[in-house]
Antibody, heavy 121, light 108 residues
Framework: QVQLVESGGGVVQPGRSLRLSCAAS????????MHWVRQAPGKGLEWVAV????????YYADSVKGRFTISRDNSKNTLYLQMNSLRAEDTAVYYC??????????????WGQGTMVTVSS | EIVLTQSPGTLSLSPGERATLSCRAS???????LAWYQQKPGQAPRLLIY???SRATGIPDRFSGSGSGTDFTLTISRLEPEDFAVYFC?????????FGQGTKVEIK
């Protein structure tokens, strides 16, 4: 069935790096724009980044711009989020989500189960 | 950045009652690029409504969305036990794709 599975979360010290992966199955990743969304413990949803279906366009939330990089490998049906210079305020569950089509301006119709990132010394 | 403000913060209702959730945008949301999501504890969000009023696949017709411009509403006509959850609105017309802070629908 159509599914997204995140991995790569864990506990990391402030200032260090972490790379998240999101494996897609049941559909062809290259046909969809993809997003990362995060949720701090007990808080609401915060959009993080988006990448177009072919990887040519990326956009970021101001809170992560210059520190995080979204990328994709359509041949591997996998989405990535490289997170550098991590801060305590980056602690959250990170979800990957599929846009409802190729366009960036689409609702998020499929979500992964999330992977927890904890930034702490 | 478009700021979305949801009200009320918490809605206390009984099963069978009607729920009306509001989402107000700080600027007009282009082409009604407004979505609603439901989230239950420990679960990922689920898309309910897109384009302000179109139900996503498999969503029961007791869920309906309306509105345009800066004012949007999610209505649950008759609450079922599984509808008690947190609901988020989101604009996806342009980056950053902002979410509202959420409305919790709890059992009275």
């Amino acid at each position: 069935q159509v599914q997204l599975v995140e991995s790569g979360g864990g506990v990391v010290q402030p200032g260090r790096s972490l790379r998240l992966s999101c494996a897609a199955s049941g559909f062809t990743l290259s046909s969809y724009a993809m997003h990362w969304v995060r949720q701090a413990p007990g808080k609401g949803l915060e959009w993080v980044a988006v990448i177009s279906s072919d990887g040519s366009k990326t956009y970021y939330a101001d809170s992560v711009k210059g520190r995080f990089t979204i990328s994709r490998d359509n041949s591997k049906n996998t989405l990535y989020l490289q997170m550098n210079s991590l801060r305590a305020e980056d602690t959250a569950v990170y979800y990957c989500a599929r846009a409802f089509g190729q366009l960036l301006s689409n609702a998020f119709d499929i979500w992964g189960q999330g992977t927890m990132v904890t930034v702490s010394s | 950045e478009i700021v979305l403000t949801q009200s009320p913060g918490t809605l206390s209702l009984s099963p069978g009652e009607r729920a009306t959730l509001s989402c107000r945008a700080s600027q007009s949301v282009s082409s009604s690029y407004l979505a609603w999501y439901q989230q239950k504890p420990g679960q990922a969000p689920r898309l309910l409504i897109y384009g302000a009023s179109s139900r996503a696949t498999g969503i029961p017709d007791r869920f309906s969305g309306s509105g345009s411009g800066t004012d949007f509403t999610l209505t649950i006509s008759r609450l079922e036990p599984e509808d008690f959850a947190v609901y988020f609105c989101q604009q996806y017309g342009r980056s950053p794709y902002t979410f509202g802070q959420g409305t919790k629908v709890e059992i009275k």
